[in-house]
């Protein structure tokens, strides 16, 4: 059933399509930062050890990547508009599936969470290249912007929640409301879509446009080689950092609010980077400022975690949240139309996650083995190195 012509041009308003891609983009991240501040007590919960606590968050990460495999031809064989609709109700559902009393749901629930994450992920480069040509990096520094906030508030929020609610399950569980909240507001884009003639997507193919093999592309390896760099040492951060400083002699209330502030300054890399990003013909500066600022945080935790905690997460922050919406931006700035753009964005955020998936997993495998957290901060620290090198290969000017 398609729309009236009247309602049609009413939910074909920019600020509407604004809006859902503003509440779809704060579902993007607070089912995972919403867990790190409780990762104690789901431990606690099933009597998991450090390695099999690490996959609460690397299994969906790790389908983060699975998921971006196939969002591509989703997006070509439904249309962008109805598969973000359906990550968003799929989000919801695998929410509540986590607080259910079984590790099976808690695990289940985390492989449904990544799986629309990651349909999120990719469509939404393609959809904003192809609905904002001319703004598509300032676009990028909104949707950024608005993922990093909605992960700020999860992690600020979690531990409050889970006091006033009565357990770490209603905590969890009631970021399901946000993910209903943005299905909704993403409906006029699905009824709209079911008014046109034809998807977009499907209609540049149509137009003659010879389809890119991103696959073969040095270019779109380097842009998915720096994608999975950022992810690695982001999600080693989400999945890690409380139990950083807890281990440090930090109280569990206060290394959630250090938790909190780290997510919160994202948002000024977040916003600022891809706005630089799209005024430059190279984006190499970025590139050495975003990783710099990392690697330095990263360098702190490793001599003084606890003295400089605030300083090192202040870093840490600014220099994730401009990488990622760096990386988001480079897809967009390296494609050279809608439909390369989705699969840039594919196959970035494919490989991207599956070697971030091995970031908090090998980071707590780590830290069992050796009793210490040297180990596993030494190793994202080379992480860091080699990003900055592809990186700088990633940001020169060409299209793949």
């Given at each position: 059933m398609s729309a009236p012509p009247r309602w049609r041009a009413r939910l074909a308003h920019p600020a509407v399509l604004l809006v859902g891609i503003v509440l779809a983009s704060l579902n993007m991240r607070v089912a995972l930062a919403s867990v790190a501040p409780l990762v104690g007590e789901?431990?606690?919960?099933?009597g998991l050890s450090s390695t099999a606590t690490s996959l609460v968050t690397s299994v969906p990460v790790l389908f983060l990547g699975a998921g971006a495999l196939v969002a591509p031809w989703l997006g070509r064989r439904f249309g962008a508009e109805r598969v973000l609709f359906a990550a968003?109700?799929?989000?919801?559902?695998?929410i509540l599936a986590r607080v259910l009393p079984s590790v099976y749901a808690l695990y289940g629930g985390g492989i449904l969470v990544g799986t629309a994450i990651a349909l999120l992920n990719v469509l939404m480069p393609g959809l904003i290249k192809r609905d904002f040509p001319d703004r598509a990096a300032a676009m990028t520094s909104v949707y950024t912007g608005a993922l990093i906030a909605g992960a700020t508030v999860a992690a600020a929020a979690s531990v409050p929640l889970e006091e006033a609610l009565g357990g770490w399950e209603a905590s969890l569980?009631?970021?399901?409301?946000?993910?209903?909240?943005?299905?909704?507001?993403?409906?006029?884009?699905?009824?709209?879509?079911?008014?046109?003639?034809?998807?977009?997507?499907?209609?540049?193919?149509?137009?003659?446009?010879?389809?890119v093999s991103v696959w073969r592309s040095p270019l779109a390896w380097q842009v998915t080689l720096f994608m999975g760099g950022q992810s690695l040492w982001s999600y080693v951060l989400i999945a890690w950092m409380p139990t950083i400083f807890t281990d440090h002699g930090m109280s569990r209330s206060t290394a959630g609010v250090i938790f909190a502030?780290?997510?919160?300054?994202?948002?000024?890399?977040?916003?600022?980077?891809?706005?630089?990003?799209?005024?430059m013909r190279s984006q190499r500066p970025l590139i050495v400022l975003v990783t710099t600022l990392?690697?330095?945080?990263?360098?702190?935790?490793?001599?003084?975690?606890?003295?400089?905690?605030?300083?090192?997460?202040?870093?840490?922050?600014?220099?994730q949240g401009g990488a990622l919406g760096l990386a988001l931006t480079l897809i967009v700035l390296r494609s050279g139309d809608a439909v390369t753009a989705s699969r840039l964005s594919g196959?970035?955020?494919?490989?991207?996650?599956?070697?971030?998936?091995?970031g908090p997993l090998a980071a707590g495998a780590l830290h069992q083995a050796?009793?210490?957290w040297t180990l596993p901060i030494s190793l994202v620290?080379?992480?860091?190195?080699a990003s900055l090198a592809v990186g700088l290969l990633a940001a020169r000017d060409r299209t793949v």
């Open positions: 789901i431990s606690a919960a099933f968003l109700v799929l989000l919801g559902v695998g569980g009631f970021w399901s409301l946000l993910a209903g909240i943005a299905a909704l507001a993403w409906l006029p884009q699905v009824l709209i879509a079911q008014s046109r003639a034809g998807h977009a997507v499907r209609a540049v193919q149509a137009g003659g446009a010879r389809p502030f780290n997510t919160l300054t994202q948002i000024v890399g977040a916003f600022a980077v891809p706005l630089l990003a799209g005024r990392v690697a330095a945080g990263y360098a702190g935790l490793l001599v003084a975690p606890a003295e400089g905690a605030w300083l090192w997460a202040a870093l840490l922050g600014v220099g196959m970035a955020q494919t490989v991207g996650y599956l070697l971030a998936a091995a050796s009793g210490s620290l080379g992480v860091c190195a």
